[in-house]
Each structure stands twice: as C-alpha cells, then as structure tokens.
C-alpha cells in the first residue's frame, strides 16, 4: 500500500463498515432482494477498474445465444440518459453506453439493455421479449435484485486477496464476499502460469467446495478496418488511441506484430468530440506517410460516427482490434459445463 492510500486507511474502516452492514442486512434478508423465474447469471467483480467483464459477458451469451433467447442487461455506465432503454441498430453510445453497445454490435442475436435498476429493467425485458436468460453485466454489488448465479471476475495482476477497500485500495467490499460466487474467474492471464503458481493462487483464493476456479486470458483479433482505405500491413505506423483503463497490452500486443506503436490515451469511457478527431489527425500528420489509427471495440463505437461526418474523414484510417478470451489448463469444457447445466436446471 502506498504512503497515500496508507494514510486514506481510516476511510477505507469507515466504508468497509458501511459495505458490511449492507450486506449483513441483505444476506439476513432484513433488506429484499427481488428474485425472478428466469436464470439471471450475474457477472462481476470486487475491484473497481477494467477485470475483462465485457469479453465474458460476450462469450456467454454467444455460448446460450444457440439453445436460449438471450438479453444482456448492463446499467449502462457513462450514457447520457437515464432509465430503461432496449438497444436497436440506430441505438448510440449517448443512449446506452459503449461497452453495452458493443457487445450489441459484437453478439449478433441477442438483446441488449440498460437500466439502473437491475430489478425493473429484468420486469421491462419480460414484458417487452420474454428472455430465457439475463445476463446482468457488472451487477455484483447490485443486491436489490438475487441472480440465479454468480461469476466473480478478479485481474491476474491484482487478485482480490492482494487488495484493500476504497479508499485505500480498490475494493468495492472485502473479500470475504467472494462467497457469493458460484465461479471464481482468474482474467487476463499470462498464456502459460506453472502448475506451482495456479496451485498457489487457488490456495490463497481459498474457495469454498462448492466454488471453481477458473484462468482465462485474452486473445486480440485480427485487425478489421472500419474506416478508411490504407491496407494493413506490418510497416504501418500505428497510433493506438484508446479510453480504457491499461492499453499497455494492446500495445505490446501491436508491437509484437511488429509494428511502431504511438498511444493516445484518454480516460475510461472518454466521450469523443471533433476536437479529438483533429488532435488524431495531427498525431498521425506527425508519424508520417503509412500512418493508421487502431482503437478497441469500446472505442470504435464512439469514434465511428465522428469519423463518418468530420471534414477529415478522408484523411483517416482506422482499425478495431476486438479480443475474445481463452482458458487455461484446459478449462473450456469445464467452464461451458458449468454454465449450461445451470441454465438447464432452473
């Protein structure tokens, strides 16, 4: 912990104690949790930050999307609107926010909403397209409403036992809270961690017998332009802009292709405007002739609209670079198992 966080730790046994009582009230049902006759697979995590929440959301639903009719229901955060709103193919990032309307664009076949309230936007889903199954993206905290199960996602880099609450760490609530769980989910992997190491990191975990645990990595896509007209090539100059939490991996990853990586980088769910666009294009004037944008599937939603309409469209192109994620130690089967055995009991 840091000098600074260190001397936030009095605030953080003020904030833990209020997350516990809230807590203690729900788990002793002083506080009503909302239940419904429907799989509600609940995802999310203990920490606040980027811990790959919308690729397993994604490789859910294309798992279910097959057998089940499928909504995904986010809250939609850094939208401009407020309320219940159901995605539709001239839905924006303004009206239900990026990460939600990319996994519209990504997952075909299934539905996408958003909505504060978990509890009333699952009773708008059933009235307007009677789901099967909701998946309800980054509502682990969300106690108003009971999912039918839960996926606790935490970074390899910072697993939740590593970690303090707000404000001296980065925990929304302690750790103990891992026994919601029914799947404990180990992202953004390296590709191979030694048999010793995942025996540690299950040891120190500590799952209940009833929980699994599970290591996923991410795997980056072939570059897919959607803008522009330059071909892709591995002499391109690359300025990767980016409003996510750590794009130093996409950039590794980029410069493993080898590729000479410039980065632009914005806060979280930055809100792109036309100043950007021209502040893109002058850092691609300063890299030269072959120079193209590459941006995450987050990003593209916002960027792409700006680029249809901004005068310097035509001097512009980009790429997405979409991930997918993979297990490790064999773990697919297993983790596909587990969910679809789940969804077929209730």
Known sequence: ???????????AVVYDG?????????????????SFDIPL?????????????TPHTEYIARLLRSSFRIAVLSRGYGRKTSGYFLATPETDSHTIGDEPL???????????AVCEDRSKGVEKLQTEIQPEIVILDDAFQHRKIQGSFYILLSTYDN???????????????????????NIIVVTKCPDKISSTEHK?????IQPSKDQKVFFSKIQ???????????????????????????????????????NNVKTLSFKDHHSYASSD????????????????????????????PLLHTHLLKEKITAYEISITIGFLFDQENEFKKTILEHVRTI
């Open 41 to 53: 697979i609940v995802i999310g995590n203990l920490a606040i930050g980027g811990t790959g929440k």
């Open 220 to 258: 980056y896509q072939q570059p897919h332009r959607f803008h522009g007209s330059i071909e892709w090539n591995q002499h391109l100059k690359i300025l990767l802009v980016t409003g996510i939490v750590n794009p130093q991996p996409l950039k590794n990853h980029l410069q493993q292709l080898g």
């Open 159 to 181: 697993l939740f036992y590593k970690d303090f609450v707000l404000p001296a760490g980065n925990l929304r609530e302690t750790a103990q809270n891992k026994e919601r769980a």
């Open 200 to 204: 540690q990191i299950i040891n120190r």
């Open 102 to 112: 990319q996994i519209y664009n990504n997952v075909e076949n299934i539905d996408v």
């Open 18 to 34: 209020v997350t516990r009582i809230k807590n203690f009230l729900y788990n002793r049902n002083i506080l009503h949790s909302n």
């Open 277 to 304: 666009i021209e502040t893109i294009y002058a850092q691609l004037q300063q890299l030269g002739e072959n120079a193209v944008v590459v941006t995450t599937s987050k990003d593209r939603v916002k960027l792409q």
């Open 1 to 11: 912990m840091s000098k600074f966080r260190l001397i936030l730790y009095p605030f």
